[in-house]
């Protein structure tokens, strides 16, 4: 596919540490010019279909590159190219915290500054933990509880003093073996890292195991581990086993969801939808096995295991956690499959099966906690864990090396053990080359020296600071929230809203038409608009209107402008949409969409005939000046094309020369309708899901969660346009050539899931960037 349009910067400034901070002051003082020799930095990117859903991996993979260029192994991310990368001035990662997609289109007006400027964007897909996937998986840098301060400059990713007694382990449990006793997590450690709680409002409904018998040393362990899938309601347990304290396994049941699979997450989870087609059991039933199976002292061990239990929608009130049992230093956490490795000497997790393993991975948390209760902290701080995870990067790292230019490197195999799977942080390889990245929010960004508290922290506060801070930074991220009682408690509510508006701008209403009109007439010619969802005869008015929902906001708004008052089976007709209370802006959002930087030399095609491939599409367009990219959505469940596509231009006059054309335009004996385009790229996906999607089936929480949002629904609006506001004074801040990224994570949570989205733009005040 090819490439998007792309926005210029320019040069970056040489130097490191101080120097490179004076010189942009410098260049800053005088207005950050830019000389006729220096080069800019350029983005380009096919954000358009499946194209458009970027992990968290690929992500990472962009902030890397960008951040460090080709140095620490960092490679150009295959979705999306920086040319001249060396000329960046600096990159700035803005966080909209617990912010999701729907959020941006629920309150689109609001986000003038974002929609005008930001013409790359993507779906992101929702992280249970999204500062560690955004650093890299071997951090574990979580929001900590509301207003706990600004966090300062600098990272510490590596102890600097190898001495035993500064070990985490150590510091943390001391040297004395101990029993399993003084390892069960207590009531506020539990609290701090999500585990569901007895009486907490989060957890209503949760089962409850009423294991309340008092644990001694000699009281049993039990390994439990989960496989999940993503369902419209969030994460979805597909798979749990549990082992005893010898490593049998009592339990190892597939168990089907409630809600509609999204995702099966087959390469993590190895379930497909082919295995849980004859599945019965439900989570319910788990809940009832595992109350009969758990003694009344039983000690429940995992790795992450709240995520399991949430899952399970269960409260256990004793658990070891693997994850904080072996502590490293500033929250971050090893990963299972390395601990079992590094500890045990067991592979797990082999590439060469599909999915994880519930039992494979119960089982070695369980033997990881044993080793650790019976042979002790100082043992285990022996290990050294901290220098063997880092020997194996760099082993991975030569093995890359080699595998790249096998005639050019040799390799000196440093253990016997295979790479290390996990992505390092990359802050640590900031510190190395010198830069300093600032972390700023109302959320700790990490746990320990970079952390400083102030309880009066706010959205304001924070853009002072990084006004002063970020334009002397090569790497900055910045978090901003709406704050929590706007957060997951709407969610609900808030998509509700959005789909019930999504649906009425999909829908018109045509007639008055004849008793006894051609049915079949009405779809052909309002067929040729777009895709049809559903098409109603309504009977109630005195003479018969047709009701018709699409698929796409152009082929709706298509059949508006060039059907109404057209003759359509034998009657003169009016094409209108509902009029409701949330249309009433409706004319304005068409035209903010059609206006959006995103839609720029876009237009959207329909009256294509089935049978035509994507290949003929390409030739036959192919004479059109100036093409870029041809999108054709295809139907998420069949995987069949509709009949209709985008086309891209490299310039929005060749777009509209285009208009011209192909309205004009019979292909195929078929005659051609278009328009610009509303909902190009990711929004497609998006649009289609919610389209098609039952609504929400709790209907007696949902209306009293509607209520709520309605009364704080304009409060709400002032809190998005400020913060709008914040980051669009954040961007004229920032040096030219420099890139940022504006992230709205998602939501995955017990109140649902949603993808979140990502908005990048390299700034050039000579561009469309400065409105």
Known sequence: MAKAGCLNGCKRPTGEGTAGQADRKRRKADGGGRGPEEKSSRLSAALF?????????????????????KRHNATQPSWCRISHQSHLAGVVVIVLHEMSQLHFYKFYLQFKHLRKVFQHRFILTPSTNFFASLYGEGANLKPQNTAQGLTSTGSECIPKNSDLQCDPIIRKYGEKTQGLTSYILTSEEQRKN???IKGSPGCKGYIYTEC???????SPLFGLDCEMCLTAKGNEVTRVSLVDARGQCLLNELVKPESRVMNYRTRFSGVTKKMLLPVKTRLSDIQTRLKEMLPHDAVLVGHSLNADLQALEMIHPSVIDTSLLFARNEGRRFKLKFLAKAVLGKEIQCEQKLGHDPAEDARAALELAQFFIEQGPAKVAELNLEMLLTTEKLAEDSQNKAALHPQGCRVQ????EPPHLSKPCFLDCLKVTGQKPVLLGRQGLDSSSLCQSNLSTSNKQILQRALEDVPLSTFSIIQFSLGPEYIASHLLALCE?????????LTIYAGPFEEGFCLHSVKKEFGRCGPIQSLTVVTETYQPYVCIQYEVLEAAQLAVESLNGAEVAGSCIKVQRPVTAAMLDCDILIKELELDVENEGVIYVAGLKKSLTEMDLQEEFSQLKDLETLFLPKDLQSGKHRNCCFLKFQESQSAADALEVINAWTLKGSKLRSRNALASGHLWRWIWQMNHSNGNQRAHILYEKMEQLSDSEQDLRKKVKKLDHHIKKLYRSLQNNTLCVVLFPGVNSRHGAQPGLGLMAVKDDRGRSAY
């Open 49 to 69: 279909g499946e194209d458009c859903e970027i992990s968290h991996d690929q992500l990472y993979e962009l902030l890397k590159y960008a951040a460090l260029g």
């Open 194 to 196: 999500d585990y569901p």
């Open 212 to 218: 309340d018998q008092q644990r001694t040393d000699s």
């Open 413 to 416: 195999k440093q253990l016997n």
């Open 497 to 505: 809203q959005v789909r019930s508006k999504l649906t009425d701008m």
